[in-house]
């Protein structure tokens, strides 16, 4: 008796893993540096994360029904994701309507004209945060206090620890000059809150990559390349010349650095296939973010630095590809 075999296209394994359950873990992992945002900003912060995500759900679901005519994709919990990690890059102050705009590039423009989730090149957060500080330089720089739920440190600062720096520099004074006139330290510096959601606990930020490491979710590689090769260049640089570029940890724990390592760069879609591709993008990353830090007008270059490697990940997934299955 001949015996019938059924062939079908990969893949022939299944998991229980699905982009639902990814997302899903994401926001949990994002959680602990919400949670402190709100607490530390307030009823403002809660806000912008609230029209953030409300936004990005709502284009979406706007957009896939009425334009594309295809069914809602806002079940797979992406654009949650989206509008929280934008929210995460936005300072407190901002006007709504801005966050909006924000939204709009996000999901109208970044994701879903190239077919969604998926399928997108750029990563639609940073892009709409870039498109809103290009825009909105302003608006996107206002880091003025709000009252929170409780007090974190002895005092809120209304500038970022690296914009505050960047604007000392510029007027010709050296760091420690810097220091000694305000009576301020690194330490001190460091635990100034001025920022947005995403910069203002590297603990935090930590404890949620923990968790998505444990799930198995990501894998540490292009965070350590990121960290690291900013870690170095900002050695090598202080190591060069104290007065007038800052160290390792000051550059890893201010700004945006955690939140783009850990959960911007490592996204599946804009990120590339391999190991070794993986670790030559967060090299890249690294080394841009601390070029537009020391030598760019922005004080802060991680937003920048990932969009330029976006840009290089199909080049980088032709070159570092995994080894195909039964090749030697």
């Not at 403002?44 to 706007?62: G, P, Q, R, T």
């Not at 079940?75 to 300072?91: E, R, Y």
């Not at 783009?260 to 190991?275: E, K, N, Q, R």
């Not at 199909?314 to 299955?325: D, E, R």
Request: hydrophobic share 50%; charged share 10%; glycine share 10%.
């Amino acid at each position: 008796m001949d015996k019938k075999y059924i062939v079908s296209p990969s893949p022939h394994i299944h998991a229980d893993i699905s982009t639902t359950s990814i997302m899903r873990d994401v926001i949990i992992a994002l959680c602990p540096a919400l949670l402190v945002s709100v607490l530390a900003y307030g009823w403002a912060e809660l806000l912008v994360i609230l029209v953030s995500v409300a936004s990005c759900v709502l284009l979406e679901w706007a957009v896939t029904r009425w334009m594309l005519k295809k069914p809602s994709t806002v079940g797979d919990l992406s654009a949650v994701v989206t509008g929280l990690l934008l929210a995460m890059n936005l300072p407190s102050s901002i006007p709504l309507w801005i966050v909006f705009i924000g939204a709009v590039v996000a999901i109208c423009v970044a994701k879903l004209p190239f077919g969604g989730i998926g399928q997108n090149v750029f990563n639609p957060a940073i892009t709409g945060r870039v498109f809103l500080l290009v825009s909105f330089p302003a608006q996107m720089t206002d880091w003025t206090p709000t009252s929170g739920f409780i007090k974190l440190t002895d005092a809120v600062s209304g500038a970022t620890p690296l914009s505050v720096l960047k604007e000392q520099l510029k007027s010709g004074h050296s760091i420690p000059d810097y220091l000694q006139a305000t009576g301020q330290t690194f330490e001190s510096l460091m635990q100034d809150i001025g920022g947005s959601a995403g910069e203002i606990s590297a603990i935090a930020l930590l404890l949620g990559f923990v968790y998505l490491l444990i799930r198995r979710v990501v894998k540490p590689w292009i965070p350590l390349a990121v960290l690291g090769t900013m870690a170095l260049v900002a050695a090598i640089f202080h190591g060069i010349n104290p007065d007038q570029y800052t160290g390792p940890l000051f550059n890893l724990v201010t700004g945006g650095a955690m939140l783009g390592a850990l959960f911007m760069a490592t996204d599946y879609v804009t990120s590339p296939m391999s190991t070794w591709g993986g670790v030559i993008y967060g090299v890249g990353i690294g080394l841009i973010a601390m070029m537009i830090r020391y030598f760019g007008s922005y004080p802060e270059g991680m937003s920048f630095a990932i969009l330029l490697m976006n840009c290089a990940v199909p080049l980088i997934n032709m070159w570092f590809h995994q080894k195909k299955y039964g090749r030697a």
